[in-house]
């Protein structure tokens, strides 16, 4: 017998009234713009949710992930530069990139070279030998053609396609970072893979802000294109309603094709790896293999949420992907909306950014409370820098949620559905 | 230059340079890793999670001896050594305190409940951001002094021909202060009834439970260590440097790299790690050709040694430890010093 889905119909019909007031009180063109950064999250809330709440994937290195697949939308839908295409940049990155390949193919040759009989710690040495010179033979052509770039051209510019190409080309950066990173991570415990993707997203966003010749570093590239008309030809309201239905429309073909994927076998065999990882082995399933799977599907949607997100803020700063604050604003938008559950995460991501963009405002007011109340009662002086401080609050409030949510309520809001075949 | 001997050719300045931007610098931030890194590996091998909000613990604890600055500034005079030092078993007790609260408060009810261990990661990750926050809510977002007016930051220099080898009072102090440390810890590991009750922990808690060890008693001792250690690492690091609220991100990653080169669960490994780590990092931004530089004369002309060589450039040292963490993993997980992979 099927019941009506009453939890989630009065979550929802909360959360419909809740963005009807602030819309009322923000005015449609604010509203509309928090909704589609909402939307975006949802979209990267849901490659979490695959990680962690189906194979129980351990990323926090999201803004590694994010700003990569960014970094792609920015390389091939940002118009042409021409002035690096007819200067000497392009040549020297040429040679630079042949030295790379054949540095590569040889260090690899020879930590293959015990099958002729090379004993292994000489191949050891020699293949860290090779990787040096390698390294030095790049970096030695790297530098020069980067500063030939510089001058000439600023940056290299992008390659003038269309935006969805970037973002699918920005999801596959991301996805095949992941392959890397869960091929070495993946056979060990969980806090080894979480550190390792806390080390990746620093190096990615030290790359991105220091390779200046790449993505224009601090100087910050805009304005990347849209996918629909910009607000110059359309206004605010309308271009940003336009860019939320496509994101909409985004979120929907994901959620369909992730709940066929769960309800099919191979959904089932990923919730037995999750449930009882021996037991699952001991069926002859590939437990790392399947991981791997989970681990580069996430990080590609992760990667398309993101180039989404940053291509609607139509500006890409590698200095503002910022852990503490968005992160773990995902991280919150999963376990608190319900880790497994799809319906859940896009609850949780729609909810947890409605508030989260309401809160600033929220606390400065507060803060300001306090300061009146305590000047007049105590004749306490409040320090100076009391609005920084105040938005130090939320990143408190972020991890108090995740505290509590874990503590108290592990399911999550929309806690998931657990199959049972009887 | 016919009588160019190898004397006058013996890089003498250049070779103190390197030992005060190389071996000295290592030395303190390895120190400082180390400090950090025993408490990771102890609560690794106890409680069996990797402590994310370490980083923050040690600024809590620096944050300690600020307050205690600002409420008894005549300390360091009437001994005449920096306040902060003076004041810093009081901030290393109060750390130690806070860290047991902050496990009776969250982390012993998750436990109690019977969590997995990956969830007790994410909790850990809460309180981080729950310490950052709080951090920052109360002292601010700007850079502080951990210094009052009174102190005076001695600088040693031992003279050596042209160069002075330099080395300030903090860091003289956390040398002393991180080998008391060490020796402290391994005689009450290996001679004291509850030193050797953590370590039965460690090694088997079902068999340390009935044998008649109180877990919780273990659980405890390993939070006043742990917080103790991170608070001395914090106010050496904020004595040396300055104090800042953002340390957390920054130094964790090389924590953990220490924590797991060292091999997780064993102290000794995590001290070793620490410094191997330190070493690696200052080395690998180290600029080598001030060592190669004096050899010039000594080469054919047409091999020129540029101006500034490194491994790393000095924007990408946060890479280092990250690289020394993946070479690990890759090639012996179990660390240098066989600590346990899977808990």
Known sequence: ?422 | MPEAGLLTVLPMNELVFFINKGIIAGLISGSIYALGAVGVTLIFGILRFAHFPHGDMMTTGAFFALVLLVLFPGAGAAVGLPTAFVLLPIAMAMTAVFAVGIDRVIYRPMRLAGSRPVVMVMTSIGVMLMMQGGIRLFAGTGTRQLYVAADSKDIYRIPLGGRDIVITEPQLLLFVLTIAAVIALHLFLTRSRMGKAMRAVADNPDLARVSGISIDHVVRTTWLIAGALAAAGGTMLALDVTLKPDLSFNIILPIFAAAIVGGVGQPYGAIAGGLLVGFTETLAVFNWSVLLRPLQPLLPEFIEIPGRITFVPTEYKIVVPFFILLAVLIWRPTGIFRGRLNL
Not at chain 1, 333 to 345: D, E, P, Q
């Open chain 1, 1 to 422: 017998m099927k019941t009506l889905p009453v939890r989630e119909l009065v979550l929802l019909a909360g959360l419909v009234a809740l963005v009807a007031a602030i819309f009322s009180r923000v005015g449609p063109a604010f509203g509309v713009r928090m909704l589609a950064e909402a939307a975006c999250y949802a979209v990267i809330a849901l490659g979490l949710t695959i990680q962690w709440g189906y194979a129980g994937l351990f990323n926090v290195g999201l803004m590694g992930f994010v700003a990569l697949a960014a970094f792609g939308t920015v390389l091939l839908s940002y118009p042409v530069n021409q002035a690096f295409w007819q200067g000497a940049g392009p040549g020297m990155l040429g040679w630079t990139f042949v030295t790379l390949v054949v540095g590569v193919a040889i260090t690899i040759a020879i930590s293959r070279s015990d099958r002729i009989g090379v004993p292994k710690p000489l191949r050891m040495a020699l293949t860290l030998v090779a990787a040096a010179i390698t390294y030095l033979a790049v970096q030695g052509q790297l530098d020069p053609a980067a500063s030939v770039i510089e001058r000439e051209a600023g940056f290299v510019g992008g390659l003038g396609l269309p935006v969805w190409i970037g973002w699918a080309f920005g999801g596959a950066l991301a996805g095949l970072l992941g392959w890397v990173m869960g091929r070495i991570t993946l056979g060990l415990r969980a806090d080894y893979m979480a550190i390792a993707t806390l080390g990746i997203a620093e190096i990615v966003k030290a790359f991105l802000k220091n390779a200046d010749w790449l993505t224009r570093g601090t100087l910050t590239v805009s304005p990347i294109p849209w996918p629909v008309p910009t607000p110059a030809d359309l206004g605010f309201v309308a271009s940003r309603s336009a860019y939320l239905s496509v994101v909409a429309i985004m979120i929907v073909v994901l959620y369909v094709l992730l709940q066929r994927a769960w309800a099919s076998p191979w959904g089932r065999m990923m919730r037995a790896i999750r449930d009882n990882e021996t037991a699952a082995a001991a069926m002859g399933k590939d437990v790392n293999r399947r991981r791997l799977e989970m681990f580069i599907i996430g990080n590609f949607i992760i990667g398309v949420g993101g180039a989404a997100l940053i291509t609607f803020a139509t500006i890409f700063d590698p200095s503002s992907f910022m852990p503490l604050n968005h992160t773990f604003l995902i991280w919150v938008m999963v376990i608190l909306g319900g880790a497994g559950n799809n319906l859940g995460t896009i609850f949780g991501a729609l909810l947890v950014y409605v508030v989260w963009t309401m809160s600033e405002p929220a606390a400065l007011f507060l803060f300001r409370q306090i300061e009146v109340i305590g000047g007049d009662l105590f004749g306490w002086q409040a320090p100076g820098d009391l609005a920084t401080r105040a938005l130090q609050m939320r990143v408190f409030v972020i991890g108090l949620a995740i505290v509590l949510v874990l503590r108290l309520a592990p399911g999550g809001l929309l806690p998931e559905k657990r199959m049972r075949y009887e």
